[in-house]
Structures are given as C-alpha cells and as structure tokens.
C-alpha cells in the first residue's frame, strides 16, 4: 500500500517525521502480520522529477507478510540449507577419504606387502616414491635397507662359491651386520 504524507495512521506520520524504516508485529482482521515500513526519499538522480531536497521523504511503502508464511518459508531456506550443508560435509568427507586412500594407504599397503615378501627372503623387492613427503620418505630408506641387505647378500655368495677376496662397505661405525659379514 502506497502511502503519502496526508496518510492518517499515526504511526507513518511519526515514522516519516522520524525518517527511518521500521519493521513490527500488526494483526490484520485477525491475523498476525509483519509490517514493513520503508519510506521513499527523493534520490539525487530524481530531484528534477521532484519538487523536493535531495534526501526529503517523498511518501512510503507498507508491506504486510503473514508470520505463518514468512515462518514456513524460514523452515524451508533451513531445511535446503541443512541438506545443502550435510551434502557439502558428505563430499568433503569422501574427497578427504580418497585422497587419503590414494596419498597414504595405497603406498603403505604396497610397503607392507613388499616387507612381508622381503621377510621371507624375497629380497628382489623394489619400491618407487613418487613423492617427497613422509611416505616418499619411508618408502627410499626401505628401498635403502633391502638394497643394503642384496649387497650383502652378494657378497655371502661370492663368499659361499670360494671367492675369499670379496669385500663389504660398512654403512656405519654401528654396521653390525656389515661387521659380522666381513
């Protein structure tokens, strides 16, 4: 409903006097309302329109929204934005998952079947990192010891086959295999 400053609701008149907007509870024939005042003021673009200063309340805007419709309408926007969001977390959750799958079980899971196989003397085991981060990491000292455990196991044999002159590299002061080969 349009109203202007001759408007006999009270409530306009001191609202327009005032100069603000307002929104309020109202009953209308028995019904609860929302009642959204905004008042129209003259913008600089339209003061040659307008026999008014820039800024002058020209008159007003009064919207009347049913609290039961506007209520069911709030359930509605939460209820799509709860979906929205449980959706969201859900493939946020899955994403995390497969990357997580992917960067760090995969590759440990091909370790640890390699060990196993290493541990029952299958010391032809070769590991790849494809990455520099822990798992990479892991993966080049493991790929460090069965190399370690070959060369030795080199020289076992040379050994074994008569060959006395065959020498072993000590990877440290506390290379107490390497030192029990020699």
Request: net charge negative; hydrophobic share 45%.
């Amino acid at each position: 409903k349009l109203v202007d400053q001759t408007d006999t609701d009270t409530l306009w008149r001191r609202l327009m006097s005032e100069g603000r907007d307002t929104v309020l509870a109202a009953d209308h024939e028995g019904e609860s309302m929302q009642a959204t005042y905004h008042l129209l003021t003259n913008q600089p673009a339209c003061v040659d329109c307008h026999d008014a200063a820039p800024g002058a309340v020209l008159g007003g805007l009064r919207l009347m929204h049913s609290t039961a419709v506007l209520a069911e309408a709030t359930r509605a926007n939460f209820i799509l934005l709860l979906a929205g969001s449980v959706v969201g977390i859900l493939v946020l959750v899955t994403a995390i998952g497969l990357a997580l799958n992917r960067l760090v079980f995969q590759p440990v899971k091909a370790v640890q079947g390699k060990l196993r196989a290493a541990a029952q003397g299958d010391i032809d085991q070769n590991l790849v990192a494809r990455s520099n981060d822990e798992i990479g990491q892991l993966l080049k000292a493991i790929q460090n010891l069965i190399e370690y455990i070959r060369g030795l196991c080199r020289v076992v044999e040379q050994v074994a086959s008569g060959d006395l002159t065959a020498e072993v590299t000590l990877k440290s002061e506390r290379d107490v295999l390497g030192t029990s080969v020699r």
